[in-house]
C-alpha cells in the first residue's frame, strides 16, 4: 500500500475517533491495556563523584541507561523539531497528520511524518509498526491513554530511555555515551542536532557506517533549528562543519571485579554508588597491565588504593585484565595468598607494645632453634648482634621468629583479627612461621593491616560503597609503636629514581617466588600492590622489592603530585639511642634464656589484668610477685620508672582510659597486664 494511502488512511482514522462522542472516546481510551512502561534498564555503577564507572547490558545485550540529566537545548530542539506541540496536544497532533497527508498527496511520497512524541513512545514500548494502518491506530490509541495516565515529563522520559540510537543503542544517555563519549548533559548543537535525528532511521544513519547520511540528516535537523530562530546562522554554520563521529565509543568497564562482586551482592540495586575515582582507576588498570606483561609470561598483578582516614578504596585492580589470557578473570584483591615478610612490621610493632624491644634494641642474628624449626635467612647469612631497626629494614627473619616466639603465635593471630582481616591457617594452630608469611591472607587484607598501623595503630575498615556504615578496627599497636614501625619503614631505601624517606613501605616475597608484595603508605594514602601468577606456580627470580616495590612509587605517582608527610610521633614515643635505654631493653634476651619456668619470674598482683580502676590520685600502686630485682615499668609502651627494687610501689597514674602496663625484671623475664582507668 502507498504511503500516501496509507496516511490517507490514518487521516480517516483521526476522523473517526473525532466522531465518536467526548464519552464513547472515553471509555475506549480508559479500556487500553497499556504495554509494560517500566521496562529494564543497564545496572550501573558510579564512582564517588558519580561518574560511570561500569554498566552492564540488558537482555539481548542492549545498552539501556536512565536518562539521568538531559541538555535542556536538546530538548527543546526535539520538540521543535519531532513535535513542537508536544508540550498542549492530547497525545495526537491533528494539525500534523493533516500537514504530513497534504505533503505526502502534492509530493506523491512521505515528506514528513505525523507522529507525536506520545505515539513514538507507543511505538517504541510495544516495539510495533509503523506502517500497517491497524498499527498506527493502536499507536493512537495507547497514546491517548499515556496521556491520561502520566504526565509531559514521564513520557518524555520514556522517549529519551527507548528511543533507538543505532546497533545496541537505547535512549539518549546510551547514544550520547557511544556516539560522543559522555553524557547528555551539555551538548554542542552539532551533537545535539545528531542525537535529534538518529532515532528516525538509527541503522540507515549510524555515522560509523553511513557517515554522509548521518551528517546530511544532522545538517536537515540544523536547518530547521535555524529557520525556527533556534541558532543563528554563524551557530548553524559552525555546527554543519562539526565532522560527525567515526566510530561507536565502548562503554567504560572500570574496576571489573569489584562492580561484579558488588552486584552479586546486591542484586536487585541498579544503580551502585562506590569510593572509587574513575580516574584514578583508568589511570591504574593499564600501568598494572604493562608491569605484569614486562615480569614474564603468565603474570598477573593486583593492587588497592585507601584513603587511610576514611578507609574508603579509591582504586581497585583485580588482575593485569579482566579477559587476559593469564588467567585475568580471578580477583586477586580477594585471592589467599603468603604475605612473606609483609607481616613482620606488625611482630615488631607488638614487641615494642609488650615491652620486649625498642627499635634501638640489640637483638641475636644468629642460628636458633625452636623444637625442630630451625629458621634461617632468606641470604643464609647471620649477621650476630644487630639492631631492631636494622634487622627490621633488612627484614631478617631470625631476629622476627625470636619475638613471636616471646610473643606467642596466637597474639599475632589475635592482633590480624582485631585489625579486621580474616587469616586463614594451613593448619589448625598458628606456628612461628606465621611470621615469616604460614598464613593466608588477601591484598585487601594486608591493605586493612597497614591501615590501622598507619593511622597509629587502630583504623577505619575499609569499604567500597558510599553508603556503607563506618566502623572501626579493634586496636592493635599504641600510638607510639605503631609510629616506630612507621618510622622504620620511612627509612628503607627506596626504588631507583624514587625520592627517599616519604613512604613507609614493606615489601615482601613468599615462599618458592610465588607472591611478590609491597604495601605502603604516607600521611593520607595507603596502597597495596601484588604481582605473581593466579594458578600459585613460582615466578623465577621475582622478589619483592625488585618487581613490586617499583610499581607502589609508581602508583602514588599517580594518585597525586606529591607525598604528604608522615604524622609527628606521639608525646609518649621513647626516641633515645641504645644506651640511653633501661636496661632491660638494651638488649633483647628471651624469657626462655634465664629462670623461664623459675616461681622467682615476675608477677603483677595488682593491678590484675582486666581491672577496672575508678581512682583521682596521681599514683597507681604496683604489687608485684617474684622477679629479680631491680624491676622497670612501661606504660604503653614507653618506659615510666627504672631501677625499683621493692615490690609494691607507685607509678605516675597514666591517666583515664585503656592503659597496658609491663613489668620488667632484672633477667629481662616480664609480666603484663591491660586495665581501664575511670
Not at 613490586?548 to 608525646?571: I, T, V
Not at 622477679?627 to 609494691?648: H, K, N, W, Y
Request: hydrophobic share 40%; net charge positive; aromatic share 6%.
Amino acid at each position: 500500500m502507498p504511503k500516501a494511502t496509507r496516511l490517507l488512511l490514518c487521516l480517516a482514522g483521526l476522523l473517526y475517533l473525532t466522531a465518536f462522542t467526548r464519552d464513547r472516546l472515553s471509555d475506549w481510551v480508559n479500556a487500553t491495556i497499556l504495554p509494560p512502561i517500566l521496562a529494564e534498564s543497564s545496572v550501573e555503577m558510579r564512582d564517588r563523584n558519580g561518574n560511570l564507572l561500569r554498566a552492564f547490558p540488558v537482555e539481548d545485550g542492549i545498552w539501556r541507561l536512565h536518562p539521568g540529566s538531559v541538555d535542556r537545548d536538546f530538548v527543546d530542539m526535539l520538540v521543535r523539531y519531532e513535535d513542537k506541540r508536544f508540550w498542549t496536544h492530547s497525545g495526537v497532533d491533528p494539525l500534523a497528520m493533516l500537514r504530513a497527508t497534504g505533503q505526502a498527496l502534492w509530493n506523491g511520497r512521505t515528506v514528513s511524518g505525523g507522529s507525536t512524541l506520545t505515539m513514538q513512545v507507543a511505538r517504541l514500548l510495544e516495539d510495533g509498526t509503523t506502517g500497517r494502518w491497524r498499527g498506527k491506530i493502536r499507536q493512537i490509541r495507547v497514546a491517548l491513554a499515556l496521556e491520561q495516565r502520566l504526565n509531559k515529563e514521564q513520557i518524555l522520559t520514556l522517549y529519551l530511555t527507548h528511543a533507538p540510537y543505532g546497533g545496541n543503542l537505547e535512549g539518549i544517555r546510551a547514544g550520547s555515551r557511544a556516539w560522543f563519549g559522555k553524557d547528555p548533559v551539555r551538548l554542542t548543537p552539532a551533537q545535539a542536532a545528531l542525537l535529534v535525528a538518529l532515532p528516525q532511521s538509527p541503522e540507515a544513519r549510524r555515522p560509523d557506517r553511513k557517515p554522509e547520511t548521518a551528517r546530511a540528516s544532522r545538517d536537515r535537523v540544523l536547518h530547521r533549528m535555524e529557520r525556527q530562530g533556534v541558532l543563528n546562522r554563524s551557530e548553524a554554520q559552525a555546527a554543519s562543519s562539526e565532522p560527525v563521529p567515526q566510530r561507536m565509543r565502548p562503554f567504560p568497564q572500570l574496576a571489573a571485579h569489584l562492580t561484579d562482586r558488588v552486584r552479586r551482592q546486591n542484586p536487585e540495586v541498579m544503580t551502585h554508588d562506590l569510593t572509587l575515582d574513575a580516574a584514578l582507576q583508568a589511570q591504574l588498570e593499564p600501568l598494572v597491565a604493562r608491569t605484569a606483561a614486562g615480569a614474564g609470561p603468565r603474570v598477573s598483578g593486583a593492587l588497592i588504593v585507601a584513603d587511610l582516614h576514611s578507609g574508603k578504596i579509591l582504586a581497585s585492580v583485580g588482575s593485569a585484565g579482566y579477559a587476559d589470557a593469564r588467567q585475568g578473570f580471578v580477583d586477586m584483591t580477594q585471592a589467599l595468598r603468603s604475605p612473606g615478610s609483609t607481616l613482620k612490621p606488625l611482630v615488631y610493632g607488638l614487641a615494642f607494645d609488650q615491652g620486649l624491644a625498642h627499635p634501638e634494641t640489640l637483638i641475636s642474628d644468629s642460628p636458633v632453634m625452636f623444637g625442630r624449626y630451625a629458621p634461617r635467612n632468606f641470604d643464609g647469612v647471620f649477621r650476630g648482634e644487630i639492631r631492631i631497626r636494622e634487622a627490621l629494614q633488612l627484614s631478617l627473619n631470625i631476629p622476627v621468629i625470636r619475638l613471636t616466639h616471646e610473643l606467642g603465635p596466637a597474639r599475632v593471630m589475635d592482633a590480624l583479627r582485631k585489625a579486621k582481616t580474616a587469616p586463614k591457617l594451613p593448619g589448625g594452630t598458628p606456628g612461628l612461621a606465621i611470621s615469616l608469611g604460614g598464613v593466608g591472607l588477601s591484598l585487601q587484607d594486608l591493605v586493612q593491616l597497614y591501615t590501622a598501623m598507619a593511622a597509629g595503630g587502630e583504623g577505619p575498615v575499609l569499604h567500597h560503597l558510599e553508603l556503607s556504615e563506618q566502623s572501626q578496627t579493634q586496636r592493635i599497636l599504641t600510638e607510639p609503636a605503631a609510629w616506630q614501625i612507621g618510622n622504620i619503614l620511612s627509612g628503607l631505601n627506596p626504588p631507583p629514581g624514587a625520592p627517599p624517606g616519604v613512604l613507609a613501605y614493606k615489601t615482601g616475597t613468599s615462599y618458592g617466588h610465588r607472591d611478590a608484595w609491597a604495601i605502603g603508605y604516607d600521611g593520607q594514602h595507603v596502597i597495596g600492590v601484588w604481582l605473581g601468577r593466579a594458578d600459585g606456580t613460582p615466578v623465577p627470580g621475582a622478589f619483592g622489592g625488585e618487581l613490586a616495590a617499583p610499581l607502589l612509587f609508581e602508583a602514588f605517582g599517580r594518585l597525586k603530585p606529591d607525598f604528604e608527610p608522615l604524622a609527628p610521633p606521639p608525646p609518649s614515643t621513647l626516641i633515645v639511642g641504645a644506651a640511653e635505654l633501661p636496661a632491660p631493653l638494651q638488649r633483647f634476651r628471651p624469657r626462655s634464656a634465664a629462670f623461664a619456668d623459675n616461681a622467682t619470674a615476675p608477677q603483677v598482683l595488682f593491678p590484675p589484668d582486666g581491672a577496672v580502676l575508678e581512682t583521682h590520685s596521681d599514683t597507681l600502686t604496683i604489687k608485684l610477685r617474684g622477679g629479680s630485682r631491680p624491676f622497670s615499668v612501661l606504660a604503653d609502651g614507653m618506659p615510666i620508672l627504672t631501677g625499683q627494687r621493692q615490690r609494691e610501689f607507685e607509678i605516675p597514674n597514666p591517666g583515664r582510659g585503656f592503659a597496658s602496663l609491663v613489668v620488667v625484671d632484672a633477667q629481662g623475664q616480664s609480666d603484663r597486664v591491660s586495665i581501664q582507668i575511670e
